[in-house]
């Protein structure tokens, strides 16, 4: 087969065109998921797609799929994809880099006039970030039969909108089919972390990602006045609160070094500054590789908000509102990623992700695998993320290799 190559300075344009799609002031995105700026996002990539002659589908929860068709019409299809939803002062690369990486393969394909045996497409997952509708990997998980489309679309933002009323809208609830059968999916992903570029490796070959728990916790109190109450007298939920925070840092020093656990969107209701609350509530993101050590982990907060708030005289309540269980990539899907970068010549290594991705729920599905670039002080999730053009380039390349030989080579 005759040699092809991907387009770095392309790739790098179509970022920063993208970037500029709710662009905010600070270098970074703002396209929070289901919004009009991420539709404007959406229309800029199927302009794009329409043009290099792909055909569009979306299915009932908005997942995107652009097909570039395959010499075997009846072949499983090559999915590279990531998302287009950002944080609301996310970066320019985080999920966006995915997506369009994978479209520069099907760039690539069509300058060097390849077909390959099976289609190939570029997904674009709806929710990616759960920032707005708080389920991340939310399309995903919807195509993957983890969570039911009914209970999605009920789920509402901070306004009272909810994920259905936003798919009418925008006329996202498309027909394809939920959890279609794959030949594999690969999703090309910057780091968000620090490890290769202190390593120097410019490719991550991923194997798999840890096991993801997001909790609500509701502690509840009783109002009274902070002026006249005395401190004994009252059902004050701040208390349990700060025995809880402190709590979570312990295990957390148990579980070093392979525990993540992130409390964070703390209330209090009524919101007054002279008022006992009646009620805070805050949510805990919980991560370890080790399935067994997650549950031990749940068991250990769980028994430490209801010690707490007895304590103190309060009742409690904790909900899982996300549960991804650890991930092991598809060992043929990994040794594609760790071949093409051989090929490539590219310094690799094997690398587990921190962080959630689409990948985690399309791997209930299909073979599945995982590509990262380093990222500059491992930042994410941050206006100032940022990557090396060269380093952008690099990934795409081993991306295409790694689909050409798993979609194979017509011509």
Known sequence: MREVHTNPERLWSRLIDMAEVGATPAGGSNR?????????????????AEGAGCSIELDGVGNLFARRPGADPDALPVVLGSHLDTQPTGGRFDGVYGVLGGFEVVEALNDHAVETQAPVEVAVWTNEEGSRFPVSMMGSAVWAGALALDDVRAITDRSGI???DELDRLGWGGTAPLGKPLRAYLELHIEQGPILEASG???????????????????????????????????????????????????AAAYFPAIRVTPAQFQSEPVSPNTVPAKISFTIDLRHPDADALDDMETTLRNLVAGAATEHGCHHQVDIINDCAPVVFDDECVRAVESAAQRCGFAY????????????????????GMIFVPCEDGLSHNEAESIEPDAAGRGAEVLLHAALDLAGAAS
């Open 32 to 48: 929070q998921a289901l919004s009009d700026d991420d539709k404007a996002g959406r229309d800029l990539f199927i302009g794009w």
């Open 162 to 164: 909810s994920v259905g």
């Open 201 to 251: 490796s410019s490719i991550g070959v991923v194997t798999g990602v840890q096991g993801i728990r997001w909790f609500t916790v509701t502690l509840d109190g009783f109002p009274a006045h902070a002026g006249t109450t005395p401190m004994d007298r009252r059902h004050d939920p701040a208390r349990p609160l700060a025995m809880i925070l402190s709590g979570l840092y312990e295990m």
């Open 349 to 368: 290594e094997r690398i587990g992700s921190g962080a959630g991705h689409d990948a985690c729920h399309v791997a209930l599905k299909a073979p599945t």
